[in-house]
C-alpha cells in the first residue's frame, strides 16, 4: 500500500520560488515511479513532470521546463517539486502520484496511487 501526502503550498507572490514535498508513509517507496500533476479551478489535470525509481532520470511536460525540477529522496521517502519565477498561472492545486509503469508516462489515469493535493495560490 501507498499513502501519498502533499506540503508545502500556499499563498505567495509572482516571481517567488516555492518546494512542494510528498511523502510516502509506506514501506515500497522505491518500487513506484513518481509523477507531478496540477489542477486548476475548472480545468483539467495537467502533466507536470516524472522521476524514475532511482531519481536519476527526469522527464517534463514541454511548458515546465526550465522552472520545474523534480527529485527524490528514497531514503526519506519523499519526492519534491521545486517551482521558481512562479506565476500567477501556476495558481492550481498539485498532486503527486505514484506509478508501478517504469518507463515515463504523461497520463493521470495511468498512476496508481495519488495524494491529496496542496493549494499553491500565486498573486500578482
Known amino acids: 500500500q501507498v499513502q501519498l501526502v502533499e506540503s508545502g503550498g500556499g499563498l505567495v507572490q509572482a516571481g517567488d520560488s516555492l518546494n512542494l514535498s510528498c511523502i510516502d508513509s509506506?514501506?515500497?517507496?522505491?518500487?513506484?515511479?513518481m509523477g507531478w500533476f496540477r489542477q486548476a479551478p475548472g480545468k483539467e489535470r495537467e502533466f507536470v513532470g516524472h522521476?524514475?525509481?532511482?531519481?536519476?532520470?527526469?522527464l517534463y511536460a514541454d511548458s515546465m521546463k526550465g522552472r520545474f525540477t523534480i527529485s527524490r529522496d528514497n531514503f526519506k521517502n519523499t519526492v519534491y517539486l521545486q517551482i521558481h519565477s512562479l506565476k500567477p498561472d501556476d495558481t492550481a492545486v498539485y498532486y503527486c502520484?505514484?506509478?508501478?509503469?517504469?518507463?515515463?508516462?504523461?497520463?493521470?489515469?495511468?498512476?496508481?496511487?495519488w495524494g491529496q493535493g496542496t493549494q499553491v495560490t500565486v498573486s500578482s
Open positions: 502520484a505514484a506509478s508501478t509503469i517504469l518507463v515515463p508516462e504523461r497520463r493521470p489515469e495511468r498512476y496508481r496511487y
Open positions: 509506506g514501506r515500497t517507496f522505491t518500487s513506484y515511479t
Open positions: 522521476i524514475s525509481r532511482s531519481g536519476g532520470s527526469t
